[in-house]
């Protein structure tokens, strides 16, 4: 199997190798000065995580699963409006499995990982990988609107210099064709069904209160700006962190947002802290949302 025909992406080695040596080379640069900044500021680092409660980070990890379900209803949404609705069960292990594969260097894998499981369930391989990619539009709009409504028009008015492109890029007329355009030059058949303004609207509305939740968890671990700071700041964080691909899962540049973001409120080695911290629980998330995906998919094959 070719990625060229499942993807668009060539899987020709020679045109590969440099993607993967800047990929690892961003990565390698991007760890390194994470290092030097956390042993620069290392008494400070310490003492920010000594004031974090054992407490607090489950209540963290508690609001990170279900600002993780947030996300995987969205998926499942908008994999529902395209053709494919999808029992609850079977959907999140599709989803939280798959979602692992962003831990690779290499943007491709948790797609190629929900194609391939998708097909499993009849999802076509296109449905599954146009669902994959209206994720990141869906959720980096609705991320920008929690920044610009929770942290303020005076500091954060730029992004509204976005809203207009992203009002673009969410009209679903829009998406239909761009995505009808691709699949002409793939050489695939058109999706039977096109994505609809109200698929659109209900993933907004779980993609909103994945933020609602993802922000609960980072209070918990940065109660110092209040709940709607808090919200806004991983808001900005997570949406910086995404658009740069380059890394797995934009490790390294959310943190150096979430520290400049938390500058008001924190100093530079208890915001370290508790950028790592987030991290951190965000991938325990990650491993328990699939673990337990796994077990109860399984349960019902039994």
């Keep these: 199997m070719s990625l060229v025909d499942e993807t668009g992406a060539s899987a020709v ?20 000065f994470g290092v030097w900044a956390v042993a620069r500021q ?10 974090l409660s054992w407490p607090a980070l489950a209540g963290s990890l508690v609001a990170v699963v279900a600002a993780l379900l947030g996300a995987m209803l969205t998926w499942r949404t908008l994999l529902a409006d395209l053709g494919s609705p999808l ?46 990619f209206l994720m990141m539009p869906v959720q980096i709009a609705s991320g920008l609107l929690v920044t610009l ?18 009002l673009v890029l969410l009209e679903p007329k829009v998406i239909n064709g761009v995505i009808g355009f691709g699949l002409r030059k793939l050489g695939r058949d058109p999706l039977e069904r096109p994505l609809t303004r109200r698929g659109m609207l209900t993933a907004l509305g ?10 609960v968890h980072f209070y918990f671990i940065a109660p110092q700006g209040g709940l709607l700071f808090a ?16 890394v797995p899962a934009g490790a390294g540049v959310r943190e150096v947002a979430m520290v400049a973001v938390l500058a008001p409120v924190l100093d ?21 949302c699939a673990g337990l995906a796994g077990i109860a998919s399984r349960r019902d094959s039994v």
Excluded: H, N
Aim: hydrophobic share 60%; net charge positive.
């Design 13 to 32: 080695p020679g045109r590969s190798l440099p993607r993967r040596l800047l990929r690892f080379g961003f990565l390698a640069v991007a760890l390194a």
């Design 42 to 51: 290392w008494d400070a680092v310490v003492a920010g995580f000594a004031r």
């Design 87 to 132: 029992p609850l069960r079977p959907a999140a292990k599709v989803f939280f499995v798959g979602q692992l594969g962003k831990y690779i260097p290499g943007a491709v894998w948790p797609v190629l990982a929900q194609m391939e499981m998708g097909r499993d369930l009849g999802v076509p391989r296109p449905r599954s990988a146009a669902a994959f």
């Design 149 to 166: 409504v929770t942290l303020g028009w005076d500091r954060f008015g730029w992004v509204l210099l976005f809203i207009p492109l992203l």
């Design 206 to 215: 779980w993609a909103l209160a994945g933020w609602a939740a993802y922000g």
């Design 231 to 246: 919200v806004g700041a991983f808001a900005l964080s997570w949406c910086l962190g995404i658009v740069t691909f380059v």
């Design 268 to 288: 530079s080695g208890a915001a370290i802290a508790v950028a790592l911290s987030s991290r951190i629980v965000i991938v325990l998330g990650d491993l328990i």
